[in-house]
């Protein structure tokens, strides 16, 4: 599992963990995101339980597991969140921030000793330290029930699947090229996005953060002007389509 | 069944559920003997002297069937807290295996530390679970005697039929019932003992 600092701030840091060797070619790859403030740690979807045992030492090369206090998931779904069950045994007392719309259903990853602490629809503030972040409602986009995470000091928004694309496994971190970019994002965006009006909603509560980097749960991170040209194809793009 | 082989930790999983499943069985045969039984002493009682003896097999019959229901019910209350240590089981295994592979990856202190919490955390769940199967085992080994002396009965029971006058054949046709039963029960009984066996040469 590669890892990339993103982010080096006063108070805190953020770490990004992808790009993982030892998985195998028939799960999607993803992205998994890592802030560090003074004396905690919080894991944002931290992934399919495939991948465990990967980023486990990924995190183990940057912090104590005493200090990892927080799991965010942004959604119910396996690849963000079903290595729950081995997590709940190696930092029990860990809280996981995730949509109440899906407690019950995320619960079925096996979760005995951590704490679930419903975010409700409206989204809520999160403070770690002396850093505060936000969760941002994105309902919809793909799941019903669905969170970003806005972190305002770093200027980064981590967008779960809203800006993946499906890339290939040895793929660059940032968006180089958006034009080309967008060629692998589309199928994503057409296929698992649901609902145009969501869309709409999301792209008008965006446009009011500052962004300087945008950062997915699948392939590239966009960084300055590739957020805004994001939010510009985005807005264009018909999403809710079988065949496209 | 290679797949078992490789993770015997599955294998716990996959016993719990074949037993379970055996207990079904069980439980219908039983249910239904106890009923002929008392079909079989209406029966009985009708043909009078003649099949005083086929009266008092019946109280038998109903007897043993009656503590047969019993324990497999009281097995079956404990299927849930079998498939809990099971899954417990299961659970652990999957961490030790996981952080094994992290071991691999980065030899981290820490990583160190929780995989010999979790290795002793399997150890315990195993212990707790071999307990439990134990106890399992002497309760169909229970079980299994009495459909020894079922089947000894049902050969009793079908020489008092034959004296039973014009009842001879109806009752008969209940000894012959009782032997096919305890033969089927007898049989659910092997297949858990076996099951049970195989998983104790996997532990091994
Ligand atoms: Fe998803
Ligand atoms: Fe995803």
């Known amino acids: 599992?590669?890892?990339?600092?993103?982010?080096?701030?006063?108070?805190?840091?953020?770490?990004?963990?992808?790009?993982?060797?030892?998985?195998?070619?028939?799960?999607?790859?993803?992205?998994?995101?890592?802030?560090?403030?003074?004396?905690?740690?919080?894991?944002?979807?931290?992934?399919?339980?495939?991948?465990?045992?990967?980023?486990?030492?990924?995190?183990?090369?940057?912090?104590?597991?005493?200090?990892?206090?927080?799991?965010?998931?942004?959604?119910?779904?396996?690849?963000?969140?079903?290595?729950?069950?081995?997590w709940d045994k190696t930092i029990p007392k860990a809280k996981l921030y995730a949509p109440w719309l899906w407690e019950g259903f995320i619960r079925h990853f096996g979760m005995d000793n951590i704490e679930y602490k419903s975010i409700p629809d409206e989204g809520q503030e999160l403070r770690l330290d002396s850093v505060t972040f936000r969760f941002i409602p994105a309902h919809f986009l793909h799941s019903s029930g669905n969170f970003h995470v806005y972190d305002p000091e770093a200027k980064i928004l981590m967008s779960g699947d809203i800006g993946a694309a499906l890339e290939e496994p040895d793929a660059p971190m940032f968006v180089e090229d958006f034009a080309r970019h967008a060629d692998k994002m589309r199928y994503f965006h057409q296929r698992w996005m649901p609902s145009n009006s969501a869309k709409k909603n999301w792209i008008a509560r965006v446009?009011?953060?500052e962004i300087d980097m945008m950062a997915p749960q699948h392939g590239r991170i966009f960084k300055g002007e590739a957020v805004q040209e994001f939010l510009e194809w985005f807005d264009n793009l018909e999403v809710g389509i079988v065949n496209s | 069944m290679d797949s078992i082989r490789k993770h015997p930790e599955i294998k716990c999983f996959v016993t719990v559920a074949t037993i379970v499943a055996q207990l079904e069985v069980i439980l219908t045969e039983?249910?239904?003997?106890?009923?002929?039984?008392?079909?079989?002493?209406?029966?009985?009682?009708?043909?009078?002297?003649?099949?005083l003896g086929f009266k008092s097999i019946t109280n038998f019959i109903n007897e043993f069937s009656g503590r047969t229901i019993q324990t497999t019910e009281h097995i079956n209350l404990h299927a849930s807290q079998l498939f809990k240590l099971a899954l417990h089981h299961l659970r652990a295994s999957q961490?030790?295996?996981h952080l094994a592979k992290s071991l691999t990856i980065l030899d981290h202190p820490e990583s160190k530390k929780l995989y010999s919490v979790a290795a002793s955390h399997v150890k315990d769940a195993m212990v707790a679970l071999k307990h439990e199967l134990q106890n399992l085992q002497w309760q169909f080994e229970e079980i299994e005697q009495q459909m020894r002396a079922a089947e000894y009965i049902a050969v009793t029971s079908r020489v008092e039929a034959s004296q039973a006058g014009e009842f001879c054949a109806s009752l008969e046709s209940v000894s012959d019932y009782i032997s096919s039963a305890a033969m089927r029960i007898k049989g659910a009984i092997e297949t858990n003992l076996n099951t049970l066996d195989e998983l104790e040469r996997v532990f091994k």
Do not use: C
């Open chain 2, 95 to 97: 961490l030790e295996q």
């Open chain 2, 30 to 51: 039983a249910k239904s003997l106890s009923l002929t039984s008392k079909n079989a002493r209406v029966v009985a009682i009708r043909a009078g002297e003649a099949a």
């Open chain 1, 207 to 209: 446009r009011e953060l």
């Open chain 1, 1 to 86: 599992m590669k890892s990339t600092d993103l982010y080096q701030g006063k108070h805190h840091k953020w770490i990004v963990f992808g790009r993982d060797q030892g998985k195998s070619e028939k799960i999607i790859d993803t992205n998994q995101y890592m802030i560090v403030t003074n004396q905690q740690t919080m894991l944002l979807d931290p992934g399919g339980i495939e991948l465990f045992s990967a980023m486990l030492a990924g995190i183990l090369s940057h912090t104590e597991l005493d200090k990892v206090t927080t799991l965010f998931a942004s959604h119910q779904d396996p690849d963000i969140i079903s290595s729950l069950g081995l």
